[in-house]
């Protein structure tokens, strides 16, 4: 590793300020855009070789975290976020390797045409520059972001938490090592060390420096990005995520697909937070659930109370709430149009899923649901960058505007237009 990555990444004393370790980043990022995709690919495959002989050292930085969590009373959720065990950290590993082997996105052509007067006209995909990731609690963030903006020639600057501030540093040593083994920059892959809140106002403000910003969090976090970043952001929003389970499904189909969205990991944002039951199956359905949502604390209203004998009554709240834990909020509804109504109302535009045999009441969810995602008989779980193919994401996009939905390559490109001539004048 070069003394300049080690001074951003591992020294107690004379940091530069943000602002010079952002202009160096800025640096770097052009550099990638000198190389082929094969020298980034090849760059993916050495840091994932340098994150594996790493291995012990950051499993013990991610203990070190996890101490030092406990002593600050983070929550069940939060520890789990925060841990990098064996299992998730060869998926990590894992995860570099698939993005190496992608298909390459920078230097594509979108659209290509000649105009009647001979001109040459391209749209081509190219990097953003520098992108700026902040996250809460997430290690495998870096490892993940790090591989997708190498692989889309960009350049990083990852600001994750106090809490997972060793491992992260670690993963970035291992990373950097990576980068320069291959010939390239250490600085191209960035962990900011200051986790201050000053800090963290002054990295969202570094225009010039920081193309895109990329927050990774809860509503605190989302809250401090609409209030403070002047850089350029696209938002990880909330997933108060629903499920409609329909008249006529198929029951035992539903228990398992509702089972898996809520129980399989209940926090992270593409988990189910409210349970939505046509009435005409509501006995049926919610009779049995304490055999396949076992452990699930259930807030319901009064029909589902009916059947479900020890659930909490829900409030308007609960039905608004991303509980990312064991907890879910259930409403019978009379209809599909009721169902749409409620999210509508509640839905944070997500990842929202009907259950259903009837195709013209799939084709009306589809149609009618505004979410980042809709799924239809499969659970919310697999809205997911790595689920769907995309190697791996850098977040999931709530909004409309450049991205929307899991990020992946594509997502960290934008298109420039490339016009061809021979002499051409405009008269």
């Known amino acids: 590793m070069g003394p300049d990555a080690k001074l951003f990444l591992m020294s107690d004393t004379a940091l530069p300020s943000l602002t010079e370790v952002a202009s160096r980043v800025k640096s770097a990022s052009y550099v990638l855009t000198e190389v082929n995709g094969e020298q980034r690919t090849e760059a993916l495959r050495a840091m994932a070789r ?242 396949f949502l076992r452990g699930v604390e259930i807030r319901g209203d009064d029909e589902t109370r009916r059947y479900v004998l020890d659930a909490m009554v829900a409030t308007e709240d609960d039905f608004a709430t991303e509980f990312l834990d064991m907890v879910l909020a259930v409403r019978v509804v009379k209809d599909l149009d009721e169902a749409i109504a409620h999210i509508r109302r509640f839905s944070t535009g997500h990842s929202e899923a009907i259950v259903t045999n009837d195709r013209q009441a799939a084709e009306r969810f589809k149609r009618e649901v505004d979410a980042a995602a809709v799924v239809v008989n499969a659970s919310t779980r697999f809205v997911d960058g790595n689920q769907l193919g995309l190697g791996a994401e850098i977040g999931i996009s709530t909004q409309k505007l450049h991205a929307r939905g899991p990020m992946g390559l594509e997502a960290l490109t934008n298109v420039k237009y490339v016009i061809e001539g021979n002499g051409h004048i405009r008269t």
Request: a negative charge; proline letters at 4%; one cysteine or more.
């Open 50 to 291: 340098c994150l594996e002989r790493s291995k012990t050292e950051i499993l013990k930085a991610n203990i070190s975290d996890l101490e030092r969590g406990r002593r600050s009373d983070l929550t069940k959720t939060q520890m789990d976020r925060l841990t990098l065990n064996d299992q998730r950290f060869e998926a990590m590993v894992a995860g570099v390797l698939e993005v190496a082997r992608l298909p390459e996105v920078v230097g594509q052509v979108v659209k290509g045409y000649t105009l009647p007067n001979g001109l040459s006209v391209q749209q081509m995909r190219v990097p953003l520059g520098v992108v700026g990731i902040v996250y809460e609690n997430r290690p495998n963030v870096t490892a993940d972001a790090a591989a997708l903006c190498v692989k889309s020639a960009n350049a990083v600057m990852l600001r994750g938490s106090s809490q997972a501030i060793e491992t992260n540093l670690a993963i970035g040593d291992a990373i950097v090592q990576g980068l320069e083994d291959a010939g390239l920059p250490g600085e191209v892959v960035t962990v900011v060390r200051d986790t201050t809140r000053d800090g963290a106002i002054e990295f969202m403000r570094l225009n010039g420096y920081i193309d895109c910003l990329i927050p990774r969090g809860g509503p605190a976090l989302i809250r401090a990005i609409r209030e403070s970043a002047t850089v350029p952001y696209v938002l990880d929003g909330d997933g108060n995520c629903h499920i409609y389970v329909d008249k006529g499904c198929d029951i035992e189909m539903a228990k398992k697909i509702v089972a898996n969205a809520k129980v399989q990991r209940p926090g992270v944002c593409n988990a189910a937070e409210t349970l939505l039951v046509h009435e005409a199956v509501a006995r049926e359905f919610l009779s049995d659930v304490p055999s």
